[in-house]
Nanobody, 115 residues
Framework: QAQLVESGGGLVQPGGSLRLSCAAS????????MAWYRQAPGKQRELVAA???????DYADSAKGRFIISRDNAQKTINLQMNSLKPEDTAVYYC?????????WGQGTQVTVSS
């Protein structure tokens, strides 16, 4: 049974940094595309950043230059380093694993950027 567990969310002031982590189990981690999505109140869930099994990355325009996604295939984890955070980054952040036609989601972790 695939399971994704996020950690690292919290409250941070504008301009601050946070690091999110996601630990995966029950998946063939070496073939899945891993990603972070977020969903703000009243908005649709959107892709923030993704990383393939061989390390290729993709970022939403809003994340480029501020966020860095990374993965450790041996530890079956991914991270999202978020810098220069803005109030508009406030959302629930979800870890996602995708392979073939399958998507698995974590439970989400709240990130709040506020002074």
């Amino acid at each position: 049974q695939a399971q994704l567990v996020e950690s690292g969310g919290g409250l941070v002031q504008p301009g601050g940094s946070l690091r999110l982590s996601c630990a995966a189990s029950g998946v063939n981690f070496r073939v899945v595309i891993m990603a972070w999505y977020r969903q703000a109140p009243g908005k649709q869930r959107e892709l923030v950043a993704a990383v393939t099994s061989d390390g290729k990355t993709d970022y939403a325009d809003s994340a480029k230059g501020r966020f860095i996604i990374s993965r450790d295939n041996a530890q079956k984890t991914i991270n999202l380093q978020m810098n220069s955070l803005k109030p508009e980054d406030t959302a629930v952040y979800y870890c996602n694993a995708h392979w073939a036609t399958v998507d698995r989601w974590g439970q989400g972790t709240q990130v709040t950027v506020s002074s």
